[in-house]
Every structure is written in structure tokens, then in C-alpha cells.
């Protein structure tokens, strides 16, 4: 009888485009809080859907830049996790064809991964709400600890930001992207994704066939060719080994 690791491997050998969707999840073995987990999760010491909102960020600066920021910062200098490197090698064996990240730290690229929507953006840059101007996140820190709050653009004089969706804020071009690539896929594999936050929890519903690996319950086991209820990087590795059989 075939277990569920075989079961994905085969999924994802018959399948001709294979697209990952990630979340938080897939980082907290890298030392990143996930919002939801019981225990760990930043929902249970702040209300990420304040902190990280535009109302705060453009009415009140000043607790922006003393919490929700803080958050972005903290995650400059995370190192990537088994999970983050697996999927980078199955980028480059032609498994799957990109990864679509909720994900705003970066591990994706620093592991390796070529073809990366941000769907949420990224914490490598900052821009002028004015005149476009991207600066890098250091310059906007290096501001912020002089005690220029809101940073000011050094062009137009003004208010820069960091490029994180925040709640409240539009979908990025990269979602748009994202939306495309999952209609045109056979296999979707969400990776350590509540599923909760929308509109990329319409992703999933895009794909033919669906593999959902996450520690805890999502709204879209019901309709997944496979779930898995274990952590990211054992996950992926006991899959692996069967692609590896087969090849
Ligand atoms: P979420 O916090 O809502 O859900 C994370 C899910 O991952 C949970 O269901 C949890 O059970 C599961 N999980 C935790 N550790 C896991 C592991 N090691 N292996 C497998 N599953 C694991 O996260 P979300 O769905 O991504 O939505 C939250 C929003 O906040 C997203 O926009 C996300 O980008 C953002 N966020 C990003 C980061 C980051 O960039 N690392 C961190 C926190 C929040």
C-alpha cells in the first residue's frame, strides 16, 4: 500500500506544472513566528491586523515604526530551513515550475529558488509614497533610529515606506502573476499555510490537483488529493526520497 509521501511523489511526476504556495509556516524552523500557531504565534502578543495595517502606518507613524517595523526588521537576518532548500533543489531538478510566497523574509531566494512571486512583497526595500523611489530597508531603519518618523525621501522630501502589503493595502502585480501560473497549473503543494488570509486562499482553488502540508487543520483539506499534518522540512524530505527511488 502506498503512503501519502509516495502518494505526492507520484502527484507531482504525472503532474506538467507543479506550483508551490507558502506561508509562514515554512519559516518558523528558520526562527520566524508564524500569526496563528497556539503558543508561538505573534496573534497571541499583538494584533498583526493593526500593527502591519495601513491605518496605523499612515495615521500613526510613530506606533508603526515601535511595533508592526519591528516585525519586518527582525526578519533581515533569518537563515533558510531544510524545507527552503528542498524546494530550491526541486526548482532546479524541473519538479516545479515556481514558488508563490505569502512570505516577506526572503528565504525562498536565500536558499536558492529562482522563480518567486511575493505576493505580500518584501522586506529587502522601501518606497517614496510620492514619487516611487525605492530605497533599501536599511536606509529607511537608519532613518527611523535618527528619530525621522515618518523617513523622508531624500529626492522629493516624501513619505517613504516599507514595500510589505499591509492590511488595508492592494494586491501587488506579483498576485496577478501568482493567479495566472495557478490556473495554468496541474498540481498545487501549499506549504505551512493557514489558508485564512484572502484573496491568495482563492489560489488553491485554481489548481486541478491539490497536496496541502501544514501542522494544523486548513479550510481547504476537505477538497486535497493529499494532506499531511507534520512539519514542512520532514515532510518535504520524506517525499523526496521517493522521487529519488524513481528517477
Ligand atoms: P499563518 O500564521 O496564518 O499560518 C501558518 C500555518 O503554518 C499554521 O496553520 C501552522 O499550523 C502551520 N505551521 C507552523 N509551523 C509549521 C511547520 N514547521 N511546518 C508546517 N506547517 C507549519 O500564516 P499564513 O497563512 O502565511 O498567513 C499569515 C500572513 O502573515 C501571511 O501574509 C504571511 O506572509 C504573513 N507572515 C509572514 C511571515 C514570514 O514572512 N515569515 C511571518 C509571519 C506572518
Redesign the pocket.
Known amino acids: 500500500q502506498e503512503d501519502v509521501y509516495e502518494k505526492v511523489a507520484r502527484l507531482m511526476e504525472n503532474s506538467k506544472k507543479t506550483v508551490i504556495l507558502t ?7 528558520s526562527g ?6 497556539p503558543g508561538t ?2 496573534w497571541e502578543k499583538m494584533d ?1 491586523m493593526e500593527a502591519l495595517s495601513t491605518k496605523v502606518l499612515y495615521n500613526d507613524p510613530k506606533k508603526f515604526y515601535k511595533s508592526g517595523f519591528k516585525i519586518l526588521l527582525s ?1 533581515k537576518d533569518a537563515k533558510p530551513n531544510k ?1 527552503h532548500y528542498i524546494l530550491a533543489q526541486l526548482e532546479q531538478d524541473g519538479f516545479i515550475s515556481c514558488v508563490i ?5 526572503n ?1 525562498h531566494q536565500k536558499a536558492g529558488s529562482k522563480k518567486v512571486y511575493e505576493v ?1 512583497g518584501q522586506t529587502r526595500t522601501g518606497s517614496c509614497t510620492n514619487c516611487g523611489e525605492v530605497v533599501s530597508i536599511d536606509l529607511l531603519e537608519a532613518k527611523v533610529s535618527k528619530g525621522e518618523i515618518p523617513p523622508k525621501c531624500d529626492k522629493c522630501n516624501g513619505v517613504l515606506r516599507p514595500d510589505v502589503v499591509m492590511f488595508g493595502d492592494q494586491m501587488p502585480e506579483d498576485f496577478e502573476k501568482a493567479w495566472h501560473e495557478a490556473e495554468d497549473s496541474d498540481l498545487m503543494i501549499v ?7 484572502s484573496p ?1 486562499n482563492f489560489l488553491p482553488g485554481l489548481s486541478k490537483h491539490l497536496v496541502i ?4 487543520e ?1 479550510p481547504e483539506d476537505r477538497r486535497a488529493d493529499a494532506v499531511i499534518r ?4 520532514e ?1 518535504l524530505s520524506k517525499i523526496v526520497r521517493y522521487l529519488k527511488t524513481v528517477q
Request: proline letters at 5%; a negative charge; charged letters at 15%.
Open positions: 506561508g509562514a509556516g515554512i519559516s518558523t524552523e520566524i513566528p508564524d500569526f496563528r500557531s504565534g505573534l498583526p526578519m524545507a510566497t505569502q512570505n516577506i523574509d528565504l505580500h506549504i505551512g499555510s493557514s489558508l485564512t488570509v491568495v502540508i501544514n501542522k494544523s486548513t507534520e512539519s514542512a522540512g515532510a
